[in-house]
């Protein structure tokens, strides 16, 4: 019995160490090529080169035209943009305003988005091809970062970040439209999914208190489509081995024996 339990914990060490040596620096060389492609598709230069930028233009619009848009988005900026609106309880008045490559609208969400891909290539890049890792606690902890910057980097164009009325009105981009909306009007261009939106905020004072109506237009965006289907491809693959090098960390006492470490930079 005590020669079955050797031979076991034998043939786990063997696994172990094939799983740290070889299977590790595999999927990590899976990620960096996935991660690779998936900054191929933003629209802004990443990993410090600077290619063109180009412009897709997109109509927005809600039926029975109460919101109309073609709007221009280059990079993570919208360089152009007509917009034409009105208000539900002011249906004879048409608003329109634009935006106007001189002073575009920014789209925090697609830097910040591109931010955390550059991040979690550098911590695969951080790793030499040559680097033997010895336990399992120092892959885990390098999973960790890259999962933990993946996660941030889908997040950010499926959940848009919340946001006041107040901060709405006062932030920068509305300063972008000219000419300017009433000061009970509000507009904001953020990602959602795969979507970019167009939200109008019609504020109102009823009986001392403030109300607000919200609709919006919104289109498909394809090349976040693809981000985003590149980002979930990562994720998954990233923990998947994080799965397997959990079965082995319940064994305290398995190490990696070789011996050739190279350097690592977390």
């Given at each position: ?54 412009q ?30 009105k ?61 933990g ?46 979507k970019?939106v ?21 289109c ?6 693809e ?30 024996t ?9």
């Amino acid at each position: 019995m005590a020669d079955c339990d050797k031979d076991e914990s034998d043939n786990l060490q063997v696994e172990f160490e094939w799983l740290l040596q070889k299977e590790v620096h595999a999927v990590l060389a899976q990620l960096q090529n996935i991660l690779q492609e998936c900054g191929r598709r933003f629209p802004v230069p990443l990993f410090g080169v600077d290619g063109p930028l180009k412009q897709d233009k997109f109509v927005l619009t809600t039926p029975p035209d109460q919101l109309k848009c073609i709007v221009s988005v280059m990079g993570d900026n919208i360089s152009q943009a007509e917009i034409t609106l009105k208000v539900q309880r002011q249906q004879n008045v048409i608003y329109r305003t634009s935006i106007q490559a001189d002073s575009p609208w920014k789209l925090q969400q697609v830097q910040d988005a591109g931010n955390h891909l550059q991040h979690a290539l550098h911590h695969i890049d951080s790793v030499d091809a040559d680097y033997s890792f010895r336990s399992s606690e120092e892959v885990l902890h390098l999973l960790g970062d890259i999962l933990g910057c993946l996660q941030r980097g889908r997040t950010s164009l499926i959940v848009p970040r919340k946001r006041t009325i107040d901060d709405l009105m006062k932030s920068r981009n509305m300063r972008s439209l000219t000419p300017t909306l009433p000061e009970d009007l509000a507009i904001s261009f953020y990602i959602q999914s795969h979507k970019l939106v167009l939200a109008v905020y019609h504020l109102s004072n009823v009986h001392g208190n403030l109300k607000f109506d919200t609709f919006q237009a919104e289109c498909s965006v394809p090349w976040i489509s693809e981000v985003l289907v590149l980002f979930t491809v990562a994720l998954q693959l990233c923990q998947q081995l994080k799965d397997k090098i959990c079965v082995f960390s319940q064994y305290k006492d398995f190490s990696a024996t070789g011996n050739n470490a190279a350097s690592v930079a977390w």
